[in-house]
């Protein structure tokens, strides 16, 4: 998808990660998506780092929307294990899924609770 504003253009591409979430709670569950990760990071830096790097293409990943789970009443291990090993890479927008399934206070109280948890988590991780 071509994104444009002014002069400025934006290739944006979306990668989905089948098999990821709710049925993968194994350890090191995540593994497969900081793999793909660090791969599209050593292949542009290699290229950029070529003598001919006329027409390098990024296809890094620079941000992840990472959904959560309404029914899990809050941040899940798997949840914390992820955001925890692949901030260091790339951004992270953690969005709550299926809200409009839930009451105005269900949403706030979970919301409350899950950004309480990502302050406390991100203070003691990175």
């Not at 901030?87 to 009451?103: F, G, Q, R, S």
């Amino acid at each position: 998808m071509l994104l444009k504003h002014k002069r400025s253009k934006l290739v944006l591409s979306l990668i989905e990660t089948p098999g990821f979430g709710p049925s993968s709670m194994g350890p090191d569950c995540w593994q497969p998506v900081l793999d793909e990760i660090n791969g599209r990071i050593k292949k542009y830096m290699s290229e950029e780092n070529s003598i001919n790097r006329r027409v390098v293409v990024d296809h890094r990943i620079h941000c992840c929307v990472y959904f959560l789970s309404p029914f899990a009443y809050g941040l899940r291990p798997v949840d914390i294990e992820f955001m925890k090993n692949t901030c260091k890479l790339i951004n992270i927008i953690p969005v709550v899924a299926k809200v409009d399934t839930m009451t105005t206070q269900e949403s706030k109280k979970l919301k409350l609770k899950d950004s309480g948890r990502l302050r406390e988590e991100r203070y003691r991780y990175l």
